[in-house]
């Protein structure tokens, strides 16, 4: 299976550090276009291939390479080892290029990077075919590798590995080797991922060991000169923080229209340059089967596909069918792919865990969002075994109500617009279901034998679909 950081898989994984988290909802819905890599918080590695200036040459050869980023520090070469510059290009760009006989080793400055959760980019392209290659390595002080990119594993063609500690994380189907690439080592406190080009597949992760380097070698291993690169190395960025999935998108799209590569790319921005186009404000959605609807084979059909579809936006899903409200809030918590997104919240249809409060799980879920973040929120469901006056209806509306007397500017109440189309001579009108306060036969999925007594059947995804994008341009998202 193939995830692109265009639509990724929702992963429920530890949070970084966001310092002022409080309740938000204002702030634009534009994001200015990307002037500087620097834009995104924890530049802390940048050896940029195209920027003479951070070179020191003997002639075509590389001495000396500056580290742009905030660690400092440089990669040196000598002798035979050293790289050429500006003999080749990649894009209008020039670049280095190693034969197979460079190398160059860092300052101790950039060693830190490996010793938490980072993120790391290289720009690159392969000359060697299915010939075992290494592009760089880091190693700590027993020679194990702590940072590193291999190609052509066991002279496997396009079988790329990177390390996030000394297992790798293998990609075994990347044709993207066989031309220029941009590989993401996105590594959080649990999983490091291996994306190639903006695509990562399934199983191209691995649990992460994190410690500080004692060496680092762009061109091989500092261990030996064996297998040394034969190519080019362009651009390799790092930071010493976890990004989003949105934040690795932009530089992933950044890298790809300086170097020329925007043609090779999956995502967001293989289509439009980051560097003059804004961003616009993207979507979570955190719920239950609601949101995940598993019941509907045709994810075009999904409400989360709608409203992306119509708005232009990517909207991630993560709904889990029957989970409360307390174990929605919780991965909401846990998230570490999408802080920096619009939240929207559907839950409480599934009650609260013990000792928990809807209101309650919704409060500690808008309070841990980063400041400034725009949220809305949906209301709890009855069935139609729990009509006005019922228990089940009782408990759930004076849920509704709590909810929305909290949050009044961020609350859809999207049940009783529903219920309001079954009136009489409305497009859906059902004495009974009006009556009962509940949703009609007519709104609810059919499974080819029996009408499920909750949840909404397609006809009433697209209704409730539309009205969460009405409520989002209206409120200017």
């Not at 310092?19 to 634009?28: A, H």
């Not at 804004?278 to 995940?292: H, Q, Y």
């Not at 991965?331 to 928990?356: E, L, M, Q």
């Amino acid at each position: 299976m193939l995830e692109s950081l265009f639509r990724p898989l929702f992963s429920p994984i530890g949070r970084y550090s966001i310092s002022g988290r409080g309740q938000g909802g204002g702030g634009s819905p534009i994001i200015p276009a990307m002037a500087a890599l620097t834009d995104i918080p924890g530049l802390v590695v940048d050896f940029d291939g195209s920027d003479s200036s951070t070179m020191v040459l003997a002639g075509t050869l590389v001495t000396e390479w500056a580290n742009k980023g905030s660690y400092g520090g440089k990669a040196t070469s000598s002798g035979t080892n050293r790289p050429n510059y500006g003999t080749r290009t990649m894009g209008t760009l020039p670049t280095l290029d190693f034969s197979g006989t460079n190398h160059m080793d860092l300052s101790a400055e950039v060693m830190n990077l490996t010793a938490a959760a980072y993120s790391l980019f290289r720009v690159w392209d392969n000359d060697l075919g299915a010939t075992f290659a290494i592009h760089d390595y880091g190693k700590n002080s027993g020679g194990t590798i702590r940072t590193g990119l291999s190609t052509d594993v066991s002279n496997v063609d396009d079988r790329i590995y990177q390390y996030s500690g000394a297992s790798a994380i293998p990609d075994g189907s990347a044709p993207e080797d066989a031309g220029p690439t941009i590989t993401q080592l996105r590594g959080t406190t649990s999983l490091a991922y291996n994306y190639v080009n903006g695509i990562t597949r399934s199983g191209a992760n691995g649990a992460p060991t994190y410690g500080a380097m004692l060496s680092w070698r762009f061109g091989g291993d500092p261990s030996s000169t064996g297998s040394r690169w034969n190519g080019l190395i362009s651009e390799i960025v790092g930071y010493n923080r976890v990004l989003t999935i949105d934040e690795g998108a932009l530089v992933l799209g950044f890298l790809a229209w300086k170097w020329g590569l925007q043609a090779l790319i999956a995502g967001e921005w293989a289509t439009k340059d980051p560097r003059t186009n804004p961003r616009l404000t993207n979507m979570i959605a955190f719920g239950d089967s609601f949101t995940e609807l598993a019941y509907l084979v045709d994810v075009n059909q999904h409400w989360t596909n709608i409203v992306a579809a119509r708005m232009g936006r990517l909207v991630a899903d993560a709904g889990i069918g029957g989970q409360t409200s307390t174990q929605v809030t919780d991965r909401s918590i846990a998230d570490v792919n999408y802080t920096d997104r619009a939240h929207i919240f559907f839950c409480g249809t599934n009650g609260p865990d013990s000792g928990h409060t809807v209101l309650g799980d919704i409060q500690n879920a808008v309070a841990d969002l980063a400041p400034g973040t725009k949220f809305l929120i949906l209301p709890s469901f009855n069935s139609s075994n729990e009509p006005a006056g019922s228990a089940g209806y009782i408990n759930k509306m004076a849920n509704n109500a709590a909810v929305a007397a909290a949050f009044p500017n961020n609350w859809l109440d999207i049940r009783s617009m529903l219920i309001a189309l079954q009136a009489p001579g409305q497009p859906y009108q059902d004495g009974t279901a009006y009556a009962g306060d509940y949703l009609s036969a007519n709104l609810r999925y059919f499974n080819g034998t029996s009408t499920d007594a909750l949840h909404p059947n397609a006809t009433c995804v697209a209704l409730y679909a539309n009205m969460i994008a009405d409520w989002i341009e209206a409120h200017g998202w």
